[in-house]
């Protein structure tokens, strides 16, 4: 059999990190300490700081166990841990990490192909002494060779990690791609529960009970219910787990001034934390959010934190400021990834923005990648992607031979999402207003067009009878010309006008009638333009309704839930099932889900999207929309319910009006 290694090219695109995270686009150094929504790198682990306990306690449990599963929310910096800390930690361990992040576009290899891939391209790129794969050799039966041994250019053994991050993509982006997804639950199934393949061809040489690897699956917290369902076929992702926390205080001021001694005192840094703390509350009316001294000790997102003092420090520098000091610190505004959103389209055309809003993310509101070579120049020019990378707004990424554009950070799609949302609800009131323009300039062509008739025929009966007093005329000149004319002629003559007058007479009666028929063609239109008016009203009154939800406008909503037209053709519940673990306070987490009860098969046809509103401030995103594929039932992961929760129900009928609901979840709990 004969030994074979990928091909130079692969090998050499993988070693570059074809499937890990691009880095900020200007490498970090002492003036530029901070990546913004990026993630840290080996390079800039210097720069990383705040997490030495998180490190530690990660390191051992991938020590001490074959599979470890790292989750926590979005912006806390699971990437910057694993790639800035934890890898450095088991190198100086006698490990060897293998990241990975899989891919899932149509033409991508399957994902246990892509670990194979990423494990040659790894020990390739570090010097790692190891047999090549032989031709058709599965990744099991090479991890289980009798005598496989992978040694560093030190000539210390060494043990394989590999690190599947952002393993939630696995649930979004996999849904592309079903039958991969179901290939890879196997494959790593018997990879991490170290379980001899089904399709095992030989077993011959094989070290079939030995397992000289480890896996860390890293994800988002609200993904875990997902990752549960795995759980019956892969035991070992509920068996070590390690929760990644926000920031303490006394670690995001470690973030901080660790990172940047030179450039601010310690009591700058702390005031740096604590406006970060404070902004990551909710906002007050006017839409900006004061720091109160409540801030001081509250938790810190990595991310948020990170990405204000990148905008801080480019500010300083453009002022020409050798440090912070309190004026810049003071002349910053709140609403920091709002602002930072929206600055970034600046100059760019509104198309622009809409490209990102609508392609970048998913219907479900996570983060989504598009080829640059259906992006571009479609959408947006080479000019503008480059500049909202150098805004460190997106990035490009190589995966597998193809470009593909993506967020810099899923901490962005909540911001982005909003952003797709107004886009929506301007765009359903520009369609209302001119579907109601489009059917006033229909009548109005309309009356103008009976109108323009009525005017031709009025034309041509006036030249007709212009034509019958002309004969009437020259008859009557030929009398007087002749005077002596008999009797008999005259007697013609005068029956003559008499037709002539029975002629008009029969005309004016015409006349009338057409009148008539003008005026009765008037009201008809007058109808049709009050039955236009009335329905843009329904029109105008369900957009009203539906902003009110979408945009919790408690007043609007308690108006017309206790005005005579509330209405619900549906009632609803919702249920609890424990995910078999507690937040830091000691409360059971839970996955709620709510959902429509005892409505009749036909009535839920009937029905195309349900949106429920969640008005509290622990939600990231208060709006859960679903729809009939999931049986309108929508979910979320916390500990607690929501006395009010307001429910939108949209109807696939467009004439027929939204409704508006209200009800305790917790009573439906029976809490």
Known sequence: ???????????????????????????????????????????????????????????????????????????????????????????????????????????APAPVDQLRDALVATLAG?????????????????LHRRELEFWTAQNFPC??????????????LGERRPQAVAGLRVDLGDLAENRIPARLDASAGLALREMRYRFLVSLREDFLPELEGWRASIPGLGKVRMRLAPLQPAQAFEAVHAAAPHLMDERLA???????????????????????????????????????????????????????????????????LADYYHACFDGMPESVRRFVATELITEKGYRNSVSKDDATPEHLSEEQLSTLID?????????????????????????????????????????????AAEERRALEERLQGERRAERERQLERE??????????????????????????????????????????????????????????????????????????KRIT???????????????????????????????????ATSLGYKNPQGQTVYRFDLMPRHAPEDLRREVAVVTYRMDHPTFHNSLLATGPERGFTASYTGWGCLANVTVLIEYVDPDRPPEIAAYDMCRALGW
């Not at 910057?80 to 293998?98: D, H, K």
């Not at 570090?126 to 090479?142: K, M, N, S, V």
Request: proline share 5%.
């Open 1 to 107: 059999m004969s030994l074979v290694r990928p091909p130079a090219e692969a090998r050499s695109r993988l070693a570059r990190g074809a499937d890990a995270p691009a880095t900020a686009g200007q490498r970090l150094d002492a003036d530029n300490p901070w990546p913004g929504l990026d993630a840290f790198d080996e390079a800039s682990r210097r720069f990383f700081h705040g997490r030495d306990e998180e490190i530690e306690t990660l390191a051992r449990r991938v020590e001490g166990a074959p599979l470890v599963v790292l989750f926590g929310k979005s912006g806390l910096g699971k990437t910057s841990l694993l790639r800035a800390g934890l890898m450095p930690r088991l190198r100086e361990r006698r490990f060897v990490p293998v990241y990975v992040r899989l891919v899932f576009q149509e033409d």
């Open 126 to 142: 570090e010097g790692i002494d190891a047999p090549p794969f032989a031709q058709g050799e599965t990744l099991w039966a090479y």
């Open 159 to 172: 043990t394989p990690v590999f690190m599947l991050d952002q393993f939630e993509e696995v649930f979004t």
């Open 270 to 336: 702390r005031r740096i934390v604590d406006f970060v703390a404070a902004a990551q509350g909710e906002p007050a009316a006017d839409g900006v959010a004061t720091p109160a001294p409540s801030a001081r000790g509250a938790e810190v997102e990595p991310a948020l934190l990170s990405l204000f003092c990148r905008g801080l420090n480019e500010t300083r520098k453009r002022e020409g400021k050798p440090r912070f000091d309190d004026a810049l610190l003071d002349g910053a505004k709140q609403g920091i």
């Open 391 to 435: 805004r460190r707004l997106l990035r490009v990424e190589e995966r597998y031979g193809m470009q593909r554009i993506e967020l810099t950070h899923d901490l962005l799609t909540r911001v982005v999402r909003e952003a797709r949302d107004r886009l929506r609800r301007d765009d359903q009131r520009a369609a209302a207003l001119a579907l």
């Open 463 to 536: 030249l007709r009878d212009a034509g019958r007093f002309k004969l009437l005329a020259a008859a009557l000149a030929v009398m007087l010309v002749a005077a002596g004319v008999a009797t008999a002629l005259a007697l013609a003559a005068r029956r003559e006008a008499e037709q002539a007058a029975r002629l008009i007479a029969v005309q004016t009666r015409a006349a009338e009638s057409a009148r008539a028929e003008a005026e009765r063609q008037a009201a008809i239109a007058a109808s049709e333009s009050k039955l236009a008016q009335e329905r843009l």
């Open 541 to 575: 009154d369900s957009i009203g309704m539906k902003q009110a939800v979408l945009a919790g406008d408690r007043a609007r909503v308690a108006r017309y839930l206790a005005s005579p037209d509330a209405r619900s053709s549906l009632d609803f519940g919702a249920s």
